[in-house]
């Protein structure tokens, strides 16, 4: 008789929506003594259903980081770097901070560089803007990581190569949602594991000859779609995984249910 199995369950991360001022000014007032405005309360909010359904790898944060990431680069003024690219991380720190009072050993989505629509106007050469972006997350993400962050998700529009050659370690991953054949090449250049949806299942499976898959997240994963993975992978090589960009209370909840297949 076949039996009912768990898949593990992994964040990439939330994108919450901008409260009311009447629910933000209560939820600042809470937290008076600490950094409190909208990015901490959206960090809060991206984490907190995730906890309560129970998701395995959970992970704070979203493209919505990109502010506070701006913010942090004494060098940027309206979009646009106007001297040498430093970090100022003292706003991060105490978003880490938080983050790890939430749940520890946590990780934490940022949007990837090229999200933050950030030009150059002072290093006027494409790989030495590139590489003084790369650096400042580098500073960033070390910064967190120091405070107890366990990794990163950056969350790309693209799969710029560049960036990716630059940032991509251990516990730093690329994800790329609906990402295309070539941008799923790319990443697979660089990582063994990858984040997709259901309907680009298919296409990555396609390119399972040319490079080394070792482990897949399925995004808002249906029960065809986890079929279709473990006719590819073994089952510790297959887990579900979410990237909520709505107000749904349920999504997580939902993850959590359908992270199932029998055998």
Known sequence: MAKLHKLPTRAFGAEPG????????????????????????????SLAPQLEAGIGHPCAGGKFVADRIRASLPGV????????????????????AGIVVQKRNCWCALPAPHVLGLTDGYY??????SDALTRAYC???????????AGHVLICDKADEMEITALVQKNVFFFQPYA?????????????????????LETVFSLTDEYD???IFLVDADAEAIRLA?????????????????EDSEYWKNL?????YTR
């Open 18 to 45: 901008i409260p009311d001022i009447a629910r933000l000014s209560a939820w600042i007032a809470e937290h008076r003594g600490t950094l409190a405005d909208i990015t901490t309360y959206q960090l809060h909010q």
């Open 77 to 96: 003024a309206n979009g646009r770097a106007v001297d040498e690219v430093t970090v100022n991380p003292e706003a991060i720190i105490e978003d880490a």
């Open 124 to 129: 006027c050469d494409d790989e030495e803007w």
């Open 139 to 149: 500073t960033i993400t070390r910064a967190m990581r120091d405070i107890g962050i």
């Open 180 to 200: 295309d054949r070539k941008a799923f090449e790319i990443l697979l250049e660089y990582q063994r594991q990858i984040a997709v949806y259901p309907k680009q």
């Open 213 to 215: 898959l070792r482990k």
């Open 230 to 246: 473990l006719t590819h992978l073994d089952p510790d090589q297959v887990s579900v995984g979410g990237y909520c960009r709505d």
């Open 256 to 260: 959590v249910d359908v992270a199932v």
